[in-house]
């Protein structure tokens, strides 16, 4: 079966963006990021801390404690004698980096050239285009719903032989705008799908032949071009705050406002409309969710959804519900955890520098989510495998990560996801949980 979208020409869909009032760009220069070693106490650090601000970048601190600190921060504490690590020494010249290296791109699909730098928003919807148009026959441009601002939540619907209907395969990258690697590792993965199939690879033939994929590069496309233009960090949608709270604190974190357990743990997720995990003021309030939610829905209702990732940055983990509760566990969790160890092994041996994901349930692996994707699209989705993938890397360069990583990044989950893809219907998952 078809499913049918609002499938608009991408080149017309910025054209109707409003335009946002002025804003003056973030600087970080001089800014540092540190990391912190915990040795299983972030409380005490984290006491140590108190007087002083700044802005914590991870949330698994048993180990240690990431946070960027602002000029006149940076002296106070190097004295407090902590132990720690420098990620970015100023953080200012790291961003200046990512657009100084940008390559030229020919477009031509092709040209992996593209993977060599960063790209805005508007390159990012004419290189999907370009991809649709090289694979014409068994793809179809998508919408899954429209931003805050107006944009167009686009994608790709890839089918092999037999036409669409099959189980889908659903990919959503840049849902936190500050993510910048998760958007060219899923076009990656779409790039190896087209020409794979287009030059007649097996293996690639038999993904399309048995799924359907549904690839969302760029799930926060306000968030995303608000990084680009204004500040490189930033996290959420551009959602205004609510009528009674601070009206400077924009944003909802669309990855805690999905309906599935939306309000089922305090630990989860954010009241305050200025944190950058603030979950809204009701499941689903921000438009891209009830937007990427119908999808869900319709695919869920139709051929049923076999695989759902929703790709991050950072930290190099693979995670499976739930992520609500540390101590709740799905009857899938087996056949999920055995996948995820042969995709984290997969990667590991086909990458250069051997990187290594952690993996397992969300909540007991890493920390509580409420609200989230992952949860939402096994409980209300009844996808038969759901991850969160966390990529490079684990702390030398957090969300910044230099271009001349991009591809080997993008190489690596390339390697990882046809594992994966290939081993979704093998019988080692007997007895594993139901399907």
């Not at 936190?176 to 958007?183: G, K, M, V």
């Not at 690639?204 to 549904?214: A, G, I, M, V």
Request: with cysteine; proline share 6%.
């Amino acid at each position: 079966m078809k499913v049918s979208f609002l499938a608009p020409f991408l080149a017309s869909l910025a054209a109707g963006v409003p335009t946002p009032p002025k804003n003056d760009v973030v600087s970080y220069d001089g800014y540092k990021v540190l990391r912190i070693n915990t040795h299983g106490h972030p409380s005490t650090i984290r006491e140590e801390l108190s007087g002083i601000t700044y802005e914590q970048w991870n949330r698994d601190v048993y180990k240690h404690l990431d946070i960027l600190l602002s000029p006149d921060q940076v002296a106070t504490v190097e004295a407090l004698d902590l132990e720690y690590q420098v990620m970015h020494e100023n953080l200012g010249e790291s961003i200046a980096a990512e657009s100084t290296s940008r390559s030229v791109w020919k477009r031509e699909v092709g040209d992996l050239s593209w993977y060599d730098s960063y790209h805005d928003y508007q390159d990012h919807i004419q290189y999907f285009e370009d991809l649709q148009k090289s694979f014409p026959n068994n793809s179809e441009l998508i919408s899954s719903g429209t931003s805050y601002e107006g944009r167009n939540i686009y994608g790709l619907h890839l089918w092999g032989a037999g036409g669409p209907g099959k189980p889908a395969v659903l990919y959503h990258g840049n849902v936190h705008a500050r993510e910048w690697i998760t958007s060219p590792v899923v076009e990656y993965i779409t790039l190896q799908l087209v020409t794979g199939y287009n030059n007649g690879d097996a293996q690639t033939r038999s993904f399309l032949d048995k799924y359907d994929f549904y690839i969302v590069p760029i799930v926060n496309p306000d968030g995303f071009a608000y990084s680009h233009t204004t500040d490189r960090l930033w996290r959420k949608n551009r959602q205004p705050p609510p009528k009674n709270g601070n009206q400077s604190c924009f944003g909802r974190d669309i990855n805690r406002n999905w309906e599935f357990a939306w309000d089922a743990n305090p630990l989860g997720a954010s009241t305050n409309p200025c944190s950058q995990s603030y979950k809204g003021e009701a499941p689903s309030d921000a438009p891209e969710t009830q937007g990427l939610d119908k999808l869900v829905r319709q695919l869920r209702d139709g051929a049923g959804i076999k695989l759902y990732i929703d790709w991050h940055s950072y930290g190099q983990y693979i995670l499976s519900p739930f992520g609500y509760k540390e101590t709740l566990y799905a009857p899938e969790l087996g056949k999920w955890t055995k996948a995820a160890g042969i995709v984290s092994e997969t990667i590991r041996d086909s990458s250069d520098a051997r990187t290594t994901f952690t993996f397992g349930p969300s909540g007991a692996t890493l920390y509580p989510t409420t609200g989230a994707a992952p949860d939402h699209v096994y409980s209300i989705g009844r996808a038969e495998f759901s991850y969160t993938i966390e990529l490079r890397d684990t702390g030398k360069f957090g969300f910044v990560l230099p271009p001349e990583l991009i591809r080997p990044t993008a190489e690596e989950q390339w390697e990882g996801q046809k594992a994966l893809l290939s081993l979704l219907d093998e019988e080692f998952f007997d007895g594993e949980g139901p399907a």
